[in-house]
């Protein structure tokens, strides 16, 4: 399975973005998809997390701004992000659980940068 992240970029706050993943390789055997973050100094942290049938879970500190979705026909996953706030910079990737074992891959991360 590859991961290919996009739509990053620099926003004030309170401004919104849109991130993308798409994948490609082995699609089928892809159990579920997330959002992952990690900023400076930081471990990494979930962000957002879909199951193949659409069944959500969100990190409280996103919860009613960020919105997690599956366009299944482009296999790409999205990550729309409304209200951002400064505490919201990180590098953010995309994740895919594969296979029996849930096996993680990984994308190369997008750089989101919220400015006050």
């Known amino acids: 399975v590859q991961l290919q992240a996009s739509g990053g970029g620099l926003v004030q706050a309170g401004g919104s973005l849109r991130l993308s993943c798409a994948a490609s390789g082995s699609i089928r055997s892809i159990n579920r998809m997330g959002w992952y973050r990690q900023a400076p100094g930081k471990q990494r942290e979930l962000v957002a997390r879909?199951?193949?049938?659409?069944?959500?879970i969100y990190a409280d500190s996103v919860k009613g701004r960020f919105t997690i979705s599956r366009d299944n026909a482009k296999n790409t996953m999205y990550l729309e992000m409304n209200g951002l706030k400064p505490d919201d910079t990180a590098v953010y990737y995309c994740n895919a659980q594969v296979g029996f074992a849930y096996y993680d891959y990984w994308g190369q991360g997008t750089q989101v940068t919220v400015s006050s």
């Open positions: 879909i199951t193949t049938g659409d069944y959500a």
